[in-house]
C-alpha cells in the first residue's frame, strides 16, 4: 500500500475510532473493541512510545534487591484531570464534555489513554508493578479504559470507589494478586474538610508474610486558602489510620519546607523524595516536589523513588516544562503535567 493509501487508511481508523465512543456510549466501555488493540508508534518527547512499553526504554533497569519477595516495586502518577466524554450527573464534568471549555471529545480521550498506559509501563521499567496508584480519574469506567491500554501481562486487581469530591476526581489502586494479598483497606475522608477526594489506606500481606500498610493520598490544592490545609488533611488522615501507615504516596502538593513535612517529621516519617530530579510538576520552568514518599522510621520498611521524565521537557528560555494534556485550555496532547514516580519498596 503506498503512502496516500495508509494516510487514508489512518484517518479511517480515527474516524471510525472518535465515532465509535459517541455512538456507542457507556455500552463500548464493557467490550473490547476497536480502541482496545489499537497501539500508537510515534515516539513522544523521550521517545518511550514503543521501547517504554515493551521494557526498552533508558530508564528500564531497575534493581529490586537480592531478596525479590521482601522487593515491591510500586508506581504513583497524577494523571491530570482523566475524564470521559460522557455527562455523569452531580460531577462537575462539564468542562471536560465535547461542548465543554476543553473540548474534550473521543479522539483527545483515547489518546490520552493511550499516552498514560505508555507512561505507566515506562515508570514501571519492564517490570509488572506490585501496586500502582493514581489520582484525578473521574470513575470506575475510566480505569476500565485505562486497564485495555496498558500491557497485556498486567493481570492487576483494583481498588476504587467513587468519592464526594467536587471535581468528581479520586484516587485509585492497582495490585498484583500474585504478589500481594490484601487484608483490610479503608477509605479516609478528611475530617473537616469540604467534600473532597477520599485517601486509600490497604494494609498488605507480601510473599513472604510479612505485612506493609500503605497510604495513598491526593492532598488539597495549592490553591486551598492556607498553606496549613494540607497538614490539617494528612493530620486527620493519619488520626483515622489503624495501624498508622508504613508509608505514604501521592500528590501532597507540597514540598518537603512547608507545614505538611513539618507534621509528618512530627509524626516520625522520614521523606523519600525522587533524588534523580528536583520534583515532578514544572511551575515558571522549575520543578517542584508535589509529588512524594515518606516512611515511617519505626516501620520495618524502607523505600526509595525516583521521578520518570516521561513527558519532561527543557529549554535554555523556558527551563523545564511536563508536556500535559493542557496549559491553560490549550491542547497540547500529552498524558499528565506530572511526572509519574517508581517506587521500590524493601524489607529493612
Given amino acids: 500500500m503506498g503512502g496516500l493509501g495508509l494516510a487514508l487508511a489512518g484517518l479511517l481508523v480515527i474516524g471510525v475510532f472518535a465515532v465509535e465512543r459517541r455512538v456507542i456510549g457507556a455500552a463500548e466501555r464493557r467490550v473490547s473493541g476497536l480502541a482496545s ?8 518527547d523521550f521517545g518511550q512510545s514503543v ?29 491530570q484531570n482523566l475524564f470521559d466524554t460522557l455527562p ?3 460531577e462537575r464534568d462539564r468542562d471536560f464534555l465535547p461542548e465543554g471549555m476543553y473540548r474534550w471529545n473521543s479522539l483527545r480521550y483515547y489518546s490520552k489513554l493511550y499516552a498514560v498506559g505508555r507512561g505507566l509501563a515506562a515508570a514501571a521499567g519492564g517490570h509488572i508493578p506490585d501496586a500502582i496508584g493514581v489520582c484525578e480519574i473521574e470513575n470506575a469506567d475510566v480505569l476500565d479504559d485505562l486497564e485495555r491500554r496498558w500491557p497485556p501481562a498486567w493481570r492487576l486487581w483494583r481498588l476504587h470507589r467513587d468519592s464526594p469530591d467536587q471535581r468528581g476526581i479520586d484516587v485509585a489502586v492497582w495490585y498484583n494478586p500474585e504478589r500481594l494479598r490484601v487484608d483490610s483497606v479503608a477509605w479516609i475522608h478528611p475530617e473537616g474538610n469540604h467534600p473532597t477526594r477520599e485517601a486509600l489506606w490497604i494494609r498488605f500481606k507480601t510473599p513472604s508474610g510479612k505485612t506493609l ?107 523545564y516544562q511536563v508536556k500535559g494534556s493542557f496549559q491553560g485550555t490549550r491542547y497540547r496532547g500529552g498524558a499528565s503535567d506530572h511526572l509519574p514516580l517508581r517506587i521500590v519498596v524493601a524489607a529493612k
Wanted: glycine share 10%; charged share 20%; with cysteine.
Fill in 37 to 44: 488493540g489499537f497501539r500508537t508508534r510515534w515516539d513522544d
Fill in 51 to 79: 521501547g517504554y512499553y515493551f521494557g526498552r526504554g533508558p530508564h528500564a533497569n531497575i534493581i529490586l534487591g537480592s531478596g525479590r519477595e521482601d522487593s515491591l516495586l510500586f508506581v504513583w502518577w497524577n494523571v
Fill in 88 to 90: 455523569n450527573s452531580g
Fill in 213 to 319: 500498610t500503605w497510604l495513598w493520598a491526593h492532598l488539597p490544592s495549592q490553591r486551598a486558602p492556607s498553606p496549613e490545609s494540607r497538614s490539617r488533611a494528612i493530620q486527620t488522615i493519619l488520626k483515622q489510620c489503624s495501624p498508622m501507615p508504613d508509608g505514604i504516596t501521592g500528590d501532597l502538593n507540597e514540598g518537603l519546607d512547608g507545614p505538611l513535612a513539618s507534621e509528618l517529621r512530627r509524626q516520625n516519617f522520614a521523606s523519600r523524595y525522587p533524588s534523580n530530579y528536583p520534583g515532578t510538576y514544572a511551575y515558571r520552568g522549575r520543578l517542584e516536589a508535589l509529588d512524594g514518599v515518606w516512611i515511617q522510621k519505626s516501620a520495618p520498611w524502607n523505600a526509595s523513588s525516583q521521578a520518570i521524565p516521561f513527558g519532561l521537557q527543557k529549554s535554555p528560555s523556558a527551563g
